[in-house]
């Protein structure tokens, strides 16, 4: 695999933007993949819900030439500065079966759906899982409140998604390589007060960055990489292991 083209879906998001800004600096062609209009509108860009298979169909039939996926796409779960919220007992059934149905579902469907438009050919996709995939999130982080259960269930299903997605596409194609990220808390508009408790918790004492995830994506793309499969790679700053 010489091509050096990327598909990022979820391009529009924090993560999802700066890789394409980053990934295009270095003479890289993206092609950005999202629900919502680019921010900034540069580049090739398609307006795909990967919720709706129609879509990843799409998606797949014209881009199948591209070996490298990158999936930023999906719910999050941001606890603002101010908001109300209950404990696990007040979630939401449906809201956690949506959370389920936009991170695990859909993903598996693109991943699956690429993974055969690529057979024969080879690939590298990277999904993310989150260390609260990992570890339960602290309940003293948010002021009392909950981060959803949705969501760190959901991130600790694509991780181990990715295991089984990882070993058994490189049974049926030698060179499909499936990995994953999971990033710490990424700095994102949060209250001092909430990043001030992060960093007390946290041994690289600070809130992550979306450029401190930038080496560990490359490494999992770069062709050189042979014998990650179905990895997570831990960027926290040592959250989950102290």
Not at 95 to 102: G, P, T
Request: proline share 4%.
């Amino acid at each position: 695999m010489k091509n050096s083209d990327i598909i990022i879906t979820g391009s529009s998001g924090l993560i999802g933007s700066y890789l394409t800004a980053h990934f295009m600096s270095l003479g890289r062609r993206v092609v950005q993949i999202d629900i919502g209009n680019p921010k900034p509108a540069t580049g090739e860009f398609k307006v795909l819900d990967l919720r709706c298979h129609d879509d990843v169909n799409v998606m797949c039939e014209l881009y199948a030439d591209i070996p490298t996926l990158i999936n930023c796409f999906g719910a999050n779960d941001h606890v603002r500065p101010g908001e109300v919220r209950g404990t696990i007992l007040d979630v939401d059934t449906d809201v956690f079966r949506d959370m389920l149905n936009d991170n695990v579902v859909a993903l598996f469907n693109v991943c699956k759906q690429y993974a055969k438009v690529r057979m024969g050919r080879g690939c590298r996709i990277v999904n993310f899982g989150a260390s609260t995939g990992i570890v339960s999130p602290r309940t003293d982080m948010y002021g009392g409140l909950h981060k959803h259960v949705g969501y760190s269930t959901s991130k600790a299903a694509v991780i181990h998604m990715t295991r089984i997605l990882g070993t058994h596409l490189i049974t049926l194609d030698p060179e499909m390589f499936i990995n994953c990220i999971s990033p710490g808390g990424i700095e994102n508009g949060q209250g001092k007060d909430f990043m001030s408790r992060y960093s007390q918790h946290t041994p690289a004492h600070r809130m992550g960055s979306v450029a401190d995830l930038v080496p560990a994506i490359e490494m999992l793309i770069d062709e050189r990489n042979r014998y990650m499969v179905g990895e997570k790679v831990v960027v926290d700053g040592g959250w989950c292991v102290q």
